[in-house]
């Protein structure tokens, strides 16, 4: 058998999220669909993320086991003619048997694009959040820092389940960097995230939470008190999936054959 | 009567094109649709361009007379907050009584983008014309220059019609600038040009002989003949709508009211 890894960009607006779902249109559906026609094979693909309807991705990564000759740069062709454009296998790679596109993923990083000025480009439309409203920029850098580390995200997660896995049900994740990159000339603000893993709905509930400390309705110095909390309907609500990317992923060795 | 100029972006791919047409969506019957219930005037607005089915804007620009009394700015955010996401107004001002967008407008720019990458991005899907295939680029930018000046465009349009008016029948057209811009860190080419106004289709045609040109089918030295043959059977063929971008109007004086 052979093992191949690819990485994907899709602009989530047009799917119910990664996962397959009877009678809807999802990355892992479309992608299974593909992947089966060409190869003539029952396979399964796995994605390191499940990221939820509306949610984009410059860098997800997905893994399947074949049987199938085809050489790694005409797969990748031959299922970018039948996906739907909004979908696209930006690399694809034969990797060592046990490489799972999920388990051994050892760092995400995701995007949270907010848009500040005052008219959003039509080209953006369900691609970043639009606030045009104040917001203090420097408190939500200070907040974002104290996620750094790691923390009981109870607060900041949905009443349950994983991002990653439907087996791990600690609420400890540690994340590695958290901050506020503005880019003045576009001006947009973008959350710059990267965990180990995440739980569901982890990302937005933080984003909403700076949003809150960016509105004042929170403080920095509120956000330690959140994670001894242990309550999600103390922290801020969870921002919508238009301005969330999962950018990369990174894996731990060179699984990478040939 | 008061007369208001709007500066317009759009995503073509949302609409058949600038002009209303019963039972479809199009930019101007979105446009009046909105203005009509905001001033409750029986509105007319006209474009400077009638930019077709999948074309964007960037700078469109019309107008429209009221007796409104509402502030421009105010305007803008109660267009902007009635209408599609997809068409943004990026300007509103208030300009002389005998200023008309169409009537006026003295150049129009256009750009057309061609994504010559392998992969095309998910978010640039109905955005660009995706041509992975070889093209002598140098060609083309030689072709391009060829097109600046008054020629007779009758190879370079549709069977009958203009872009801007009814009346003017005459296939002469004048173009300022015409030129391939490499955009390498993009892996794009765009084609830029400048004209007092268009035939129908014009840069379309014009970009699909451009493609012509660089696959060898066409040499630079054959736009002049085509010039004098006045067939549109020998051009190339019309290019798709969606690498095009209407990007903006010029017009001859300071009509802006304070």
């Known amino acids: 058998m052979r093992n191949i890894k690819l990485t994907l960009a899709y602009d989530g607006s047009a799917f119910h999220g990664w996962q397959i779902q009877p009678g809807l249109a999802?990355?892992?559906?479309?992608?299974?669909?593909?992947?089966?026609?060409?190869?003539?094979?029952?396979?399964?693909?796995?994605?390191?993320?499940?990221?939820?309807?509306?949610?984009?991705?410059?860098?997800?990564?997905?893994?399947?086991?074949?049987q199938s000759a085809l050489?790694?740069?005409?797969?990748?062709?031959?299922?970018?003619?039948?996906?739907?454009?909004?979908?696209?296998?930006?690399?694809?790679?034969?990797?060592?048997?046990d490489f799972h596109a999920r388990w051994q993923?050892?760092?995400?990083?995701?995007?949270?694009?907010?848009?500040?000025?005052a008219v959003l480009s039509p080209f953006d439309f369900r691609r970043v959040l639009h606030y045009p409203y104040p917001l203090d920029e420097q408190a939500m850098a200070h907040a974002a820092k104290h996620f750094e580390g790691e923390h009981d995200f109870t607060s900041f997660a949905a009443s349950s389940g994983s991002e990653d896995t439907d087996k791990d049900r600690s609420p400890i994740r540690e994340i590695l960097r958290s901050e506020i990159v503005r880019k003045p000339e576009q001006e947009e603000i973008v959350y710059v995230v990267t965990g180990?893993?995440?739980?569901?709905?982890?990302?937005?509930?933080?984003?909403?939470?700076?949003?809150?400390?960016?509105?004042?309705?929170?403080?920095?110095?509120?956000?330690?008190?959140?994670?001894?909390l242990r309550d999600r309907s103390r922290s801020?609500?969870?921002?919508?999936?238009?301005?969330?990317?999962?950018?990369?992923?990174?894996?731990?060795?060179?699984?990478?054959?040939?």
């Open 26 to 66: 999802t990355i892992q559906g479309s992608l299974t669909d593909v992947i089966r026609k060409i190869t003539q094979e029952n396979i399964s693909v796995h994605g390191a993320s499940r990221t939820d309807t509306g949610v984009h991705a410059l860098g997800q990564v997905a893994s399947f086991r074949t």
């Open 196 to 228: 180990r893993s995440f739980l569901r709905y982890m990302v937005r509930k933080i984003v909403g939470t700076l949003l809150d400390v960016g509105r004042g309705k929170l403080c920095p110095s509120d956000i330690p008190n959140l994670f001894d």
């Open 105 to 117: 993923a050892v760092e995400k990083t995701y995007h949270y694009r907010i848009f500040r000025g």
């Open 236 to 258: 801020g609500p969870t921002a919508p999936p238009d301005g969330l990317y999962l950018v990369s992923l990174k894996y731990p060795e060179p699984w990478k054959i040939g």
């Open 71 to 97: 050489a790694v740069d005409e797969m990748q062709r031959a299922f970018n003619a039948l996906l739907p454009p909004t979908i696209r296998i930006v690399a694809a790679e034969e990797f060592g048997p």
